[in-house]
């Protein structure tokens, strides 16, 4: 049973763990430097600007922390040491709507106070104190004020510092865990294409490109986000909310339990996103590969489309797919808008709700008062908790994409493949045998139907029938691009199924009725850029085939640039440069599937005499429709629905007036007889 996709994107992750850990240590020293700020904060408010506000002793001694009042030194209850020497009982300083008072006692700190009749009255509950007071003019004051000035420059300026390395530590962060998710990527993408190497050719037939390429590009690319975000703001969000609820237990473990809610909230939240999302994306995703395969494949055809007039049908089937990708991308817009901005704005305005109520219940018992900088440090990290929050909710659609495109990578992944196995054997002579072959495409209908014959070295053997004789499956089976079901292929007495796909290719070349070239160069097309063909090898047999008639006449020559397919050369050019690298190759065992099918009278000489040259000294195959290129074979096997009716030499098969000769005769325009 396979992994999960999740399970599976994990492991992929772990193969960078050096990467990600360096990054969320960072990140967690990041958070932690930044999350100090609130609580710097509440000290700088509670223990600094307010902390003048309370109980000051006179004392004997002046030093940093005394202030001169009324020919005596005071000095913050809080902050008297056991060596002090103390001359009187505390005094009280007090802020009365805009006035700051000194009383003479030790008054109660709590409770609602007024000036009356050059006293102060505090009411706390339903006892009422009455106190004398002296007004403090602000030059009286400000000597309070002035012992807490150096301790707040120093707690901001640490406030500053740790911004700063919060910032040069989120930098690595990011740095790093971007840095592992591109290099996960790039090894998916790596492992990815290396495996579509592996997959058979039939799976290729079966799956548009476009579809293919769409899973190797977009679909990555989907994933590529998934760990930039997932690493970068998903993770980072949670740690950062797990340090906020840290500060939170720190400064009141009964709020900070009930700002838990918000955790099983979220979960369920993302469990109903992903169950929604997951069915939403794995539609568009495949609508999207299907729009790939269907642009692609009007691009291809862009020449049958125009000439048949088929614009009008493209456009339909191309806006039915564009409609079906719209119609889904509605359906996650309308679940992202449900479940991102406003759930968030219900949830914190409902934090804020319990915040007001569990703090102003708690401020109706006079013991339980609050000061302003826990007030301020709560607001502040409860207004923190949900930019986590809302970064959570805001990428749970790319979450959702990338979990769907994962699916779809692995996917591919997991269809069976083979081991490239590149091991060089011995040269062969080019014997060819087939066994009692019988071989169906798709299990039911045999294309192939108990064939036997031999090739032997050297010789240059001719397949002709009508289509779907089974000429071009001959091909493919002895290519091994697909195994028969039943009987064997050999070649010299080896059987192919004890070699690897690419050691049996090794041996062979092939040349197509319609030549394919790479982006590239001329040269690059004939040596496939393997090491072991030399540039001279190359241009010998580019002349050896006559290419170098046009080549020559080209501005850069044998290094002319070549586009996508090879489209700026005429068939004729293609088909030369096509015989070149079967040359070059040198390959025992040369297949020629219609090699000469389409092109013209003028050209067909010079590339009949480019094949004389390219099978001389090798086992030669010959698929022809135009029986008049392969008159010369020392063997002519004839199909029909996928046996062979008929094998011998020109003149035999002439002789015999059986298929052949009708098949001739009606080339020859000589008859309309039809088998």
């Known amino acids: 049973m396979k992994p999960s996709t999740e399970k599976r994107l994990i492991q992929y992750a772990l193969k960078f763990k050096k990467e990600i850990l360096i990054g969320f240590f960072c990140l967690m020293i990041a958070v932690t430097l930044e999350l100090a700020g609130p609580l710097i904060a509440k000290k700088v408010i509670d223990d600094h600007i307010l902390g003048v506000e309370g109980y000051w002793v006179e004392v004997k001694d002046r030093d940093n922390q005394t202030v001169p009042f009324q020919d005596s030194y005071y000095k913050r209850a809080d902050r008297l040491t056991e060596e002090e020497d103390i001359i009187g009982d505390p005094v009280t300083i007090l802020h009365v709507g805009t006035n700051y008072v000194y ?60 911004i700063i390395f919060s910032g040069l530590f989120k930098f690595f962060e990011t740095f790093y865990l971007q840095k592992a998710a591109n290099q996960i990527v790039k090894k998916m993408r790596n492992d990815i294409f290396r495996h579509i190497q592996r997959i058979p050719v039939s799976y290729f037939v079966n799956h548009p490109a476009g579809s293919i390429v769409a899973r190797i590009t977009n679909d990555t690319e989907a994933i590529r986000d998934l760990y930039e975000r997932v690493l970068s703001i998903v993770i980072t969000s949670f740690i950062y909310m797990a340090g906020i609820y840290t500060a939170l237990f720190i400064l009141d473990p009964k709020m900070a339990a009930i700002c838990l ?12 996103y992903k169950y929604f999302g997951t069915k939403y994306n794995k539609v568009v995703r495949e609508t999207n590969s299907e729009i790939n395969g269907n642009i692609n494949e009007a691009i291809q055809g862009m020449t049958v489309i125009q000439a048949f007039n088929q614009e009008k049908k493209m456009k339909e089937d191309f806006e039915k797919l564009n409609e079906r990708h719209f119609i889904y991308q509605r359906k996650l817009v309308k679940l992202s808008a449900l479940t991102s901005y406003n759930l968030v704005t219900v949830c914190r305005n409902l934090t804020f709700v319990l915040f007001l109520w569990y703090f102003g219940s708690a401020s109706l018992n006079i013991e339980n008062v609050i000061s302003i900088g ?15 929050v809302t970064d959570i909710v805001n990428q749970l659609p790319l979450l959702e994409q990338a979990r769907v495109a994962g699916s779809r990578v692995f996917a591919l992944m997991d269809v069976e493949g083979e081991d490239v196995l590149i091991k060089e054997t011995e040269k062969i002579k080019g014997k060819i045998t087939f066994d009692g072959v019988t071989f169906s495409y798709n299990g039911k209908d045999e294309v192939i139907k108990n064939i036997s014959f031999e090739i032997k070295p050297g010789e240059t053997a001719a397949f002709v029938g009508h289509t779907g004789s089974g000429k071009s499956s001959i091909m493919n089976l002895l290519f091994r691009f697909y195994d028969p079901q039943k009987g064997t292929i050999a070649i010299d007495g080896y059987n192919t199924n004890n070699w690897s796909r690419q050691q049996v290719r090794s041996h062979m070349g092939i040349v197509l009725q319609d030549p394919f070239l790479f982006s590239g160069t001329i040269l690059s097309n004939v040596t496939m850029n393997d090491p072991n063909i030399p540039k001279e090898k190359a241009i010998a047999a580019l002349k050896a085939v006559g290419a170098d008639d046009f080549i020559e006449k080209l501005p850069k020559g044998y290094e002319e640039e070549v586009t996508e397919g090879g489209k700026t050369f005429s ?14 190759f040198d390959p025992a065992i040369l297949i020629l599937d219609e090699a000469t099918a389409n092109i013209d009278t003028e050209t067909e000489e010079t590339i009949q005499q480019a094949l004389e040259v390219l099978k001389k000294g090798r086992t030669t195959l010959v698929i022809a429709h135009r029986l008049s290129t392969i008159q010369q074979a020392d063997i002519i ?13 020109h003149e035999s098969l002439i002789a015999e007036k059986g298929l052949y000769y009708q098949m001739y005769e009606m080339q020859q325009g000589k008859t309309n007889v039809v088998v």
């Open 637 to 649: 096997f004839v199909l029909n629905h996928g046996t062979i009716v008929e094998k011998g030499n």
């Open 374 to 388: 826990m007030l301020y440090a709560f607001i502040d990290y409860i207004t923190r908790l949900y930019e986590p």
């Open 261 to 272: 809610f918000i955790v099983p909230l979220l979960y369920i939240w993302m469990k109903v």
């Open 571 to 584: 068939l004729g050019q293609r088909q030369l440069i096509s015989f070149a690298r079967a040359l070059a």
């Open 103 to 162: 009383i003479p006692d030790e008054a109660p700190l709590q409770g609602k106070r007024e000036i009356r009749d050059g006293e102060v009255e505090i009411t706390a509950g339903e006892e009422v104190s009455t106190f004398p007071m002296e007004k403090l003019s602000l030059s009286e004051i400000y000597p309070f004020f002035k012992p807490e000035q150096k301790p707040i420059l120093l707690l901001l300026l640490l406030y500053m510092v740790l």
